[in-house]
């Protein structure tokens, strides 16, 4: 492929840019000296902008960050310092989004020494600093948590999502009760500043008891989040009257849960709640309505079998890709009953069953380690029924959708965030690789992993090695 | 929320379940599409009412029994079941019941949970519902375990097998709360793990002033709501209402008489001094569960007018149960208590018929006294016998159709019906089992065969690898070369 630059560019330039290249061939993104290009246009490639028809052959302009026009390429107005992708057998996709890992998220340290607990008798889960007498106590709470706050941008992670082609990420808190919100970030690899698209993306809360302490029960947990709901409406309440008159009125206590809760009730952020079975998506459901909430069920897997209630009820479904399987070496005694081996079958099947009634859904790469295992496991979901269309719909516009951001990001559209993924066929197609990706307008080459020369070839000659090295400047 | 809110909250859960019915009955094993008019013939009908009925039929007209009788003609259209030589008894009724429930059934963590709700938790694929139903049991009251002296608040759930969780609620069924007394809420966390600390209360006088100071609480908590409301209809402005709180909430209602208590109990002294406490604040204990010393105490139980729900010949599992009998269901009957066999465990619940007739032998009640134990009584205790526990006309269809007298240790459920809606049937069962086994073992080895495809993959990647791995060491002997790579070339 080659990499040019548009217009009569002084030869000087291009020399400057030559060396800046070789320089920084190691380093996946380009830079160029006197920063890096803010201009790209990609031309002659197949466009898929997923909010419109697909464009067999144009031109997508990128211009500060921004996507500034999709067309044909006779009609494209490329600027003169734009750098030039030829695009022909590449196909331009909108930026992927992964609604749901924990990339850049670095869990606390356990408090070391003898309050780990181990050796101890029972083997007993560390003491924890206060043990919960009840709802007052906010066991397992910290709405006011902000995953960007502590994001670890040098999670290498980041790297390989985005070399999957994921440009945009909802990284969310640890797990716990009302673990925090979780924020929407661009992967592209500058400061947590300029990574954060939203910081309070949507709050996570879960359903797992404490170990020890109120709540210990799934129905004790749930009696605990019902509290917090209706202490949250009693703030919001009782605030008002104390702030106009505070004079003659006994002071109400100042509970920071509330405060938080409250704030993020009244801007209507997405509540991901868990539910991923028969039995948890209608309780979610029943539960969101009557606290009134705004949820989006977190988890999805037998939606297969609910898909129909779901629609009913105008729920959107964040689906996890990572689908029950069983142990990889299984003991056969151990034989699992027909119902488990009828969930591990049919859950990649779930995101045909909620695409087939018109159920909005997006993907989650939760608890998956490996991009590539993604890549596999949406395979999966494609093999059970689900279009490719409807999956790309999924990564993409139908994500920003439910995160609240599709007028900016989820399609190719001009004045969107350039976040784009450009690849040699069909996105999801196993032999497929993706070549380029553009996050925030900044463009990032796809280095595979360098394959030893045949004997005799040189270096260069082999296949994957013309797209990385660019002749700039001919 | 304010309570406004909460009754709008209501409403909406209500349309829910009602929205709910429509989907997932595709799903449903036993319940096809309900037929509007079905004939039951031939039978001997153990009414519970008004005696039995040889060669007796039934017919149900959506989901009611419509007509009972020797001589009933099948309308057109009806679906006839052929009960000749069987024996059609009501649903039987479990009184206490822990099927149903995700997670666990106690919220262990405080003496005083009324917060929590079984409603809440209810799991319609518990495949004990199945097997209780195939025991003959239509109804469940699904309780709270017994780790506190108040724990948290039950239900009453039809066993609609193949139904969403939100369709298993008895409609209209009070609600209850569980309260338990003796050693299960004294010793709960009694052992805490090191470092933990050990939960109150450690005694039976303990369990006594929980109780007591719950219900105190309640009294105030209803007290500043009066306050609130009055002062707000006074047309005060500038109010902050008081704090919704859910734990005392449920306790306001059993004083308003809007929630049944069942209460885990064993000795007789314990059950005293509930009926103590209730009486001086002024509420009701709606049943006595297990109850094993019941029959020293039968009488105040009677003059009380509470349910005893008992086992038929379970005990001596723990001190507190060594007094229990196996009389203590028909020398309790015998002093005017309603009383009821209950499982507490989802084996036991599939032969309560069974369990009913031990107290023919041990305390000679009649054949239809021990029937009402597992039907008509527990439906008393549950204030659901304007609707079950007998085989009256306009009651609902629920019926087991049994090959031999339910009492007989020989007698096996054929059919179970809930509103008229065939949820069990025995043949059917049967027969099905050669394709579900045929499913498993295809899904068995579509599992096996991706396990063995993905270890070839990974064999053959890792050859590669190591294949890689010699060609890149085999490059990297002339170390030199290795530093006068061109530009561009990483």
């Known amino acids: ?474 | 929320m304010n309570r406004k809110s909460i009754a709008i909250g209501i409403a909406a859960v209500a349309t829910l379940l009602i929205a709910a019915g429509t989907s997932s009955i595709a799903r449903a094993n036993a319940a096809d599409a309900k037929p509007n008019v079905t004939l039951i013939k031939n039978a001997t009908i153990l009414t519970i009412t008004h005696g039995n009925i040889e060669h007796g039929s039934i017919l149900i007209r959506d989901g009611k029994i419509a007509e009972v009788g020797a001589d009933i003609k099948a309308p057109e259209g009806a679906t006839v079941i052929d009960a000749s030589g069987e024996y059609i008894l009501p649903g039987i009724i479990d009184c206490h019941s822990h099927i149903a429930v995700s997670g666990d059934v106690n919220e262990g963590s405080l003496a005083v949970t009324s917060m929590v709700n079984i409603g809440d938790v209810l799991n319609s694929e518990d495949p004990s519902i199945y097997y209780d139903l195939a025991g003959g049991v239509t109804v469940a009251n699904v309780l709270h375990g017994s780790a506190n002296p108040i724990g948290g608040q039950t239900i009453v759930i039809k066993l609609r097998w193949g139904k969403p969780s939100s369709e298993l609620p008895f409609e209209g069924a009070l609600p209850g709360i569980k309260f338990a007394l003796g050693e299960n809420p004294k010793w709960s966390n009694y052992r805490p793990p090191p470092g933990y600390p050990q939960r109150y209360p450690n005694t039976r006088m303990g369990v006594e002033e929980t109780i007591r100071q719950a219900f105190t609480e309640a009294k105030e908590y209803k007290k500043q709501w009066d306050e609130y409301d009055r002062r707000k209809a006074a047309g005060e402005a500038n109010l902050i209402p008081p704090r919704r709180n859910l734990k005392l909430e449920p306790l306001v209602e059993v004083l308003e008489g809007k929630r049944y208590i069942h209460c885990h109990s064993y000795r007789a002294d314990e059950i005293l001094m509930l009926m103590r406490v209730s009486k001086e604040f002024g509420f009701k204990v709606r049943t006595f569960q297990h109850v094993l010393e019941g029959y020293k105490i039968a009488e105040e139980l009677a003059a009380y007018g509470v349910g005893a729900s008992t086992f038929s010949d379970w005990w001596a599992y723990k001190m507190e149960a060594y007094d229990a009998i196996p009389y203590n269901s028909a020398l309790m009957t015998e002093r005017g208590v309603v009383v009821s066999v209950n499982s507490d465990d989802s084996e036991e619940a599939r032969h309560l018929n069974q369990e009913a007739a031990k107290a023919i032998k041990y305390g000679g009640l009649s054949e239809n006294e021990a029937l009402k134990l597992v039907t008509l009584n527990p439906a008393i205790q549950l204030g659901i016998d304007n609707r079950v526990g007998s085989i009256d006309v306009g009651k609902d269809a629920d019926l087991v159709i049994y090959n031999h007298n339910p009492l007989s240790v020989y007698a096996v459920a054929q059919k179970t019906l809930i509103d008229g809606t065939v949820y069990f049937d025995r043949d059917r069962d049967i027969a099905g089992r050669p394709a579900l086994e045929t499913e498993k073992k295809a899904l068995l080895e579509k599992e096996k065969n991706a396990r063995e495809e993905e270890k070839k993959k990974s064999e053959e990647k890792r050859k590669a690898d190591e294949a890689k791995k010699k060609a890149e060491q085999d490059k990297a002997t002339p170390p030199k070369n290795a530093s006068e790579g061109t530009g561009g070339v990483r």
């Open chain 1, 1 to 474: 492929m080659k990499l040019k630059s548009a217009g009569n560019a002084p030869w000087i330039f291009a020399a400057i840019i030559l060396i800046a290249a070789s320089l920084l061939s190691q380093a996946s993104r380009l830079r160029a000296e006197g920063g890096e290009p803010r201009y790209f246009a990609i031309t002659n490639a197949r466009i898929v902008p997923v909010s419109g028809p697909v464009l067999e052959s144009g031109t997508v302009v990128i211009a500060n960050g921004l996507i500034q026009s999709v067309g044909a390429t006779a009609s494209a107005k490329i600027p003169a310092e734009a750098w030039v992708i030829d695009g022909k057998g590449l196909t331009v996709y909108p930026g992927l989004i992964d609604a749901g890992n924990d990339l850049g998220i670095t869990k606390p340290e356990a408090p070391a020494g003898e309050a780990r607990g181990r050796g101890r008798r029972r083997g007993a889960a560390p003491i924890p600093e206060h043990i919960s007498t009840g709802p007052e106590d906010r066991p397992s709470t910290s709405p006011w948590i902000v995953a960007s706050d502590d994001l670890n941008a040098a999670d290498k992670r980041i790297e390989s999502w985005r070399d999957a082609g994921f440009t945009t990420a909802l990284v969310l808190p640890e797990e716990a009760i009302i673990a925090g919100q979780g924020s929407l970030i661009d992967l592209n690899d500058e400061r947590v500043s300029q990574m954060i698209v939203r910081s309070h993306a949507a709050l996570r809360i879960g359903l797992r008891p404490e170990t020890f302490g109120f709540p210990d029960s799934l129905m004790g947990v749930i009696s605990y989040l019902r509290q917090v709901n209706d202490d949250t409406a009693w703030y919001d309440e009782a605030a008002p009257p104390y702030a106009a008159h505070p004079n003659g009125i006994e002071r109400p206590n100042v509970d920071r849960t509330e405060e938080i809760m409250t704030l993020i009730l009244h801007r209507k952020e997405p509540v991901l709640f868990p539910a991923n079975t028969l039995v948890e998506i209608p309780r979610a459901m029943r539960l969101a309505q009557e606290w009134n909430l705004h949820a989006v069920l977190y988890g999805g897997q037998q939606s297969y079998e609910v898909a129909d209630l779901i629609a009913a009820k105008k729920y959107q479904v964040i689906v996890n890709l990572k689908w029950p399987e069983g142990p990889k070496d299984p003991d056969p005694e151990d034989i699992p009953s027909l119902r488990e081996l009828r969930f591990r079958d049919r859950a990649p099947g779930s995101p045909a069953a909620l695409a087939k009634v018109g159920v909005k859904f997006a993907f989650s790469s939760g608890g998956l380690a490996d991009p590539k295992e993604i890549q596999k496991n949406v395979r999966r979901a494609t093999t059970a029924g689900l279009s490719s269309d409807a999956a790309l719909r999924a990564f993409t516009l139908d994500a920003a959708e439910i995160l609240g951001v599709s007028d900016r990001l989820g399609s190719i559209e001009p004045g969107k965030i350039a976040n784009l993924v450009i690849a040699d066929g069909d996105l999801f197609a196993e032999k497929t690789k993706v070549k380029h990706v553009f996050v925030d307008g900044r463009h990032f080459e796809i280095h595979e992993v360098e394959m030893p020369h045949k004997p005799g070839e040189k270096p260069g000659e082999s296949p994957q090695e013309s797209n990385d090295d660019p002749e700039v400047g001919r």
